[in-house]
């Protein structure tokens, strides 16, 4: 086992502060319902839902008269309605981080060890946020059966999106459409609106700071709709979401996905890259990012699927015994004995085990709409809420 001196010891001067460098958290990690997952019913788990569904023919209305003798009009004729089932496969998945391992012996020559290993086990649950906030999104995208291009005609899939390049940014008018289709599919019930303003659904849009902006001065009608709806339910309020905008509530993504569409196929481009500091890579800004043609914004209902975390199974029967796990990111101290490694416990390292299942509930009211990013200029905005250059 090879061990580097993880801390920073102090040649000629170190700073009194020793600060570390926080990453964003995000309304994915609040929004996702979070359930048990059920333990003793094998591998693969169906999920059955039980689909909206209509006769086959209309009704035939009769006009009710006395009975005449030849037949009996008490009984009307009857139209069947077959019940629609959708059977569902979801599984268990699980990964892990750790931290590089830490020397009793370099702990002796660090400078303000205390200091620096608390920012380290910081920096590790900064990651846990990281890692479920890219789990959520990334899980109700795949669930997700409407990838839209915003394009003519709209092109969707639920797979993989349609090879197709969007030609505009996104609107208001493109998310009234979609507002309409969710309206009529039903998805108001089953907790798919937040909110209700003068009898109609409000709904979630997820998108970046720069989307939400030119939505809210360039679309004027939405404007009027911000300066007059309510205020936003108890649930988004924490969010930093104040109002509804023309059906829905804008909420912030500040790394939401982007691409760029080369040789046609798409490539996503990370918001974060690792670059080489003084010990270590660091994770800076990527430049590409900031100027990716493409980015997704994300029709979210919490019904469309339920995160599942595994309980800890301690003592499961038959004399054995297991150490409890917290599948969330709990971030274990290990120092593990090893008769060659490790035979005096003298280094050990930060482990933290992640799991969980995606129960696809309503993926047919997941809707990701592909499109180009909005050009937002530093504008100024006058008392009557018009735009000044």
Not at 34 to 48: A, H, N, R
Not at 350 to 362: A, D, K, N
Request: glycine share 6%.
């Amino acid at each position: 086992m090879d061990i580097n001196d993880l801390l920073v010891s102090e040649s000629g001067r170190i700073s009194e502060d020793i600060h570390d460098r926080t990453l964003h958290t995000t309304v994915w990690i609040d929004l996702v319902e979070k359930g048990t997952w059920p333990d003793e019913m094998g591998e693969q788990i169906s999920v059955l839902t039980y689909e909206r569904t209509i006769p086959a023919n209309s009704p035939t209305w009769q006009t009710v008269t006395f009975n005449d003798g030849t037949g009996s009009n008490c009984v009307p004729t009857a139209e069947q309605i077959e019940f629609a089932q959708t059977l569902r496969n979801y599984n268990l998945q699980q990964t892990a981080l750790e931290s590089p391992p830490v020397c009793i012996n370099d702990l002796r020559f660090t400078f303000k060890r205390r200091k620096q290993l608390e920012n380290c086990y910081s920096i590790l649950t900064q990651n846990t946020g990281w890692l479920w906030q890219e789990r959520h999104r990334s899980e109700y995208v795949r669930l997700s059966e409407h990838k839209v291009i915003c394009a003519d005609g709209f092109p969707e899939a639920s797979g993989s999106f349609p090879t197709t390049e969007p030609t505009g940014r996104l609107t208001g008018d493109i998310l009234e459409r979609f507002h309409l289709k969710l309206t009529r599919q039903g998805a108001a019930r089953d907790d798919g609106s937040v909110d209700y303003v003068d009898g109609r659904p409000q709904f979630v849009a997820i998108m970046s700071p720069e989307t939400d902006k030119a939505i809210v001065r360039k679309d004027y009608e939405i404007r009027e709709d911000i300066r007059n709806t309510s205020r936003a339910p108890e649930l988004l309020a924490p969010l930093g979401v104040s109002r509804a905008y023309n059906g829905f509530y804008h909420l912030i993504d500040d790394f939401p996905p982007r691409w760029n569409f080369t040789g046609g196929v798409w490539v996503e481009v990370p918001p974060l890259i690792l670059v080489a500091t003084t010990k270590g890579s660091r994770a800076v800004e990527n430049p590409d990012y900031e100027t990716a043609t493409y980015e997704d914004t994300i029709i979210f209902l919490r019904s469309v699927f339920r995160s599942l975390i595994p309980a800890s199974i301690t003592t499961p029967g038959g004399e054995t015994e297991f150490e409890a796990q917290k599948y969330m990111g709990d971030w274990k101290w290990l120092n593990i004995p090893d008769r060659v490694e490790n035979p005096d416990k003298s280094w050990g390292y930060f482990r933290g085990i992640f799991s969980s299942g995606s129960e696809p509930i309503h993926p047919e009211f997941g809707y990701v709409l592909r499109h180009k990013r909005a050009n937002v200029q530093n504008v100024f905005i006058d008392e009557n809420h018009n735009p000044v250059a």
